[in-house]
T-cell receptor, first 112, second 114 residues
Framework: GNSVTQMEGPVTLSEEAFLTINCTYT??????LFWYVQYPGEGLQLLLK?????DKGSNKGFEATYRKETTSFHLEKGSVQVSDSAVYFC???????????FGQGTELSVKP | DSGVTQTPKHLITATGQRVTLRCSPR?????VYWYQQSLDQGLQFLIQ???????AKGNILERFSAQQFPDLHSELNLSSLELGDSALYFC?????????????FGPGTRLTVT
């Protein structure tokens, strides 16, 4: 069945460092791919999405490119801030009704 | 603020009891999804409704049920509660049913079973 695998956390970075969180998926067909972010004590917020191969999703300085050949959707940001500290979830959307299948989440901690 | 509301925010109850979690989707959204977030299982899809009808089922226990009402709000009913049902329950909504539609999540209901 469909699945998503993320790099394990926690990831600890200094402010202004470069961020990469790896995400790979297994799916039949070409699902849509998403990154969600969960701040402490809050629900999930959609960060970005891509719906087809080679699409690049971007928002708030974060980017991810849908790579069909490597079945990946890695999240990147050039310069992280303390306020980016959160848990990041990679997800794919089932081709039928659209239920989301999530990776296990990667906790990011950014130190000043 | 995603526009999706969930009540209550916290719920503490005893084993064997029954609870109802409520979700109001974003204005105009027809599709409602329920997810469970726990430390051991992560985020798991439970069930989806679209315009009042059940559309998809995931890893939902037989003790759990849901429905979507004509005004599009949804309720998740959990009965014969066990300690292992303690988790965060999220509701999400989207404009339609399909893989390209993004889902917007509510703040969640934290259920603690003692």
């Amino acid at each position: 069945g469909n699945s998503v695998t993320q790099m394990e956390g926690p990831v600890t970075l200094s402010e202004e460092a470069f961020l990469t969180i790896n995400c790979t998926y297994t799916a039949t067909g070409y699902p849509s791919l998403f990154w969600y972010v969960q701040y402490p004590g809050e629900g999930l917020q959609l960060l970005l999405k891509a719906t087809k191969a080679d699409d690049k999703g971007s928002n708030k300085g974060f980017e991810a490119t849908y790579r069909k050949e490597t079945t990946s959707f890695h999240l990147e940001k050039g310069s992280v801030q303390v306020s980016d500290s959160a848990v990041y979830f990679c997800a794919l959307s089932d081709l039928g009704g659209g239920k989301l299948i999530f990776g296990q989440g990667t906790e990011l901690s950014v130190k000043p | 603020d995603s526009g999706v509301t969930q009540t209550p925010k916290h719920l503490i109850t005893a084993t064997g009891q029954r609870v109802t979690l409520r979700c109001s989707p974003r204005s105009g959204d027809l599709s409602v999804y329920w997810y469970q977030q726990s430390l051991d299982q992560g985020l798991q899809f439970l069930i989806q409704y679209y315009n009042g009808e059940e559309r998809a089922k995931g890893n939902i226990l037989e003790r759990f049920s849901a429905q979507q009402f004509p005004d599009l709000h949804s309720e998740l009913n959990l009965s014969s509660l066990e300690l292992g049902d303690s988790a965060l329950y999220f509701c999400a909504s989207s404009g339609a049913s399909g893989s390209s539609y993004e889902q917007y999540f509510g703040p969640g209901t934290r259920l603690t079973v003692t």
